[in-house]
């Protein structure tokens, strides 16, 4: 026991040194803005003077009395919520047929994954073009099924235009779940699939039976990194939306203070508090679902 203490002891030693150079450059790289992000937010900076006065929490008071950014939190949440809920119930089918196996699986595998290697803005720009209301290749599609009269401005109309943020995005990021699901149920013992098939049971009760609570933790876990991701989301929303106040998420929100109103304290405090809350929901979601990111824990 002794031995293996101080074994323990060393390993851990060694993981520090070795930690030490990346924590010191991301330290560099991304704690000294964050801290300069929070400092904008207490004083009047904007674009043309950045070297305003301290004028304590009023950024923060004006922000949140101003309905247009708690409907930019709303949209956040709202696009968060329902684009990763899909993402993880697609990607998990996904992954469970292609953990199959069948002739060509990794050819299929690495088909998959084209959405999510091509550039969101490239996705973006892309599916703007096919939601177009005049020349897009969807209107056109389901003119010709019927299941619409009209051509539809996806991206015009804001009841529309967050249904169009999620579904791009459904798109892209459904192949980033499957594979990290598809790397879960490949931990799995094949042992326990044929203990199921030897007692009698079905695909659907081995599956939340067995596999669903198996893969619990690194499901927990991809589902935290996606919605971390997604609650900042900022490049589907600033090409489909063209920035309109109806479908603003907070990213687009804080971005339109600085560089369209020139708000540097203002757009700073928006930055913070959606730091802020996101680092809320995810204390939340680890505490309430019992998420732990330590693997030995």
Known sequence: MVGQSALSRQR???????????????????GWPLLRTFGFAFTDASIDQPDAGFIGLDNFR????????????????????????LETVLGMIIALALNAHFRGRGLLRAAVLVPWAIPTI??????????????????????????????????????????AVILVDVWKTTPFMTLLLLAALQLVPTEVYEAARLDGAGPVRTFFSLTLPIIRGPLMVAIIFRMLDALRAFDLFYVLTNNSADVMSMAVYARQRMAEFGELGYSSAAASLL?????????????????????EA
Do not use: C, K, Q
Not at 74 to 82: E, G, I, K, Q, S
Not at 123 to 131: D, E, F, G, H, V
Not at 275 to 295: C, E, K, M, N
């Open 275 to 295: 730091f802020l809350l996101i680092a809320l929901f995810t204390a939340a979601y680890l505490a309430l679902g019992r998420v732990s990111l330590d693997p």
């Open 62 to 85: 004006s922000l949140v009395e101003d309905p247009d950014w708690w409907r930019a939190v709303w949209n956040t949440f709202r696009y968060a919520l329902v684009s990763v809920g």
């Open 12 to 30: 851990r030693r060694s993981a520090w040194i070795f930690l030490i150079p990346a924590l010191t450059v991301m330290g560099a790289t991304a």
């Open 122 to 163: 490239v996705s973006a720009r892309l599916w703007a073009w096919m939601l177009h209301d005049v020349y897009g290749v969807i209107n056109d599609l389901l003119l010709r099924v019927h299941l619409i009269s009209e051509p539809l401005a996806w991206t015009a109309e804001p009841g529309l235009s967050l249904l």
